[in-house]
Structures are given as structure tokens and as C-alpha cells.
């Protein structure tokens, strides 16, 4: 696993690019894929004809801002949302 989010603007410069977005859609509704089930997805689901190395690039931003984890498993590495940046962004501006 690699980041802890913990700078918001890590996590701000992450969300800026609408693919990265996509990409934490996809985490959300399907918790868990490799990086050529993403890609699959990508394709098959938004018409995206990124490479599998553009994916990967944009799996380190996600990373590094702690947004997205990797677990590995022998020879595959699984991709997961981290919702918890999410929420200390939104709980700093929304306590009473």
C-alpha cells in the first residue's frame, strides 16, 4: 500500500481529472480489480481507450493520495477505494 492521504491538496489534485474519477466510480461499484479488469471496464463500460501504463499512472496519483489501495497476491495486485480521505475532507467543513 503506498500514501496515507493525509494533504488535502494530494487528495484535490487527484480528484481534478475526470479519468481518475472514473476510475473511483469503478473502484466504488466493484471493490477489488487488477489492472486489466479496470481497463476492461474502462473500455467496455466508458469508451476510454487509455493504456494500461496511462492506468497505472493514474493508480499512483490515486495511491499516493490515499484514495485507492493495492493488496497483492501472488502474481495479480487488487485495487481498492479508500473512502476515508473522502471523509475527513468532508467532516472538516461539515461539523457544527
Not at 494530494?10 to 477489488?32: M, S
Not at 480489480?33 to 466508458?46: A, D, K, S, V
Not at 473522502?86 to 461539523?95: A, G, I, P, S
Request: aromatic share 6%.
Amino acid at each position: 500500500m503506498r500514501g496515507v492521504g493525509t494533504d488535502p491538496g494530494e487528495v484535490f489534485k487527484a480528484l481534478a481529472d475526470p479519468t481518475r474519477r472514473v476510475i473511483l466510480d469503478e473502484l466504488a461499484e466493484r471493490d477489488g480489480q487488477t489492472l486489466f479488469e479496470l481497463c476492461g471496464r474502462l473500455t467496455m463500460r466508458h469508451g476510454m481507450s487509455s493504456t494500461r501504463q496511462a492506468i497505472s499512472q493514474h493508480l499512483e496519483v490515486l495511491a499516493t493520495a490515499g484514495l485507492v489501495t493495492t493488496t497483492r497476491e501472488g502474481r495479480y495486485k487488487f485495487h481498492s477505494l479508500n473512502r476515508e480521505p473522502l471523509r475527513n475532507l468532508t467532516d472538516r467543513w461539515l461539523k457544527e
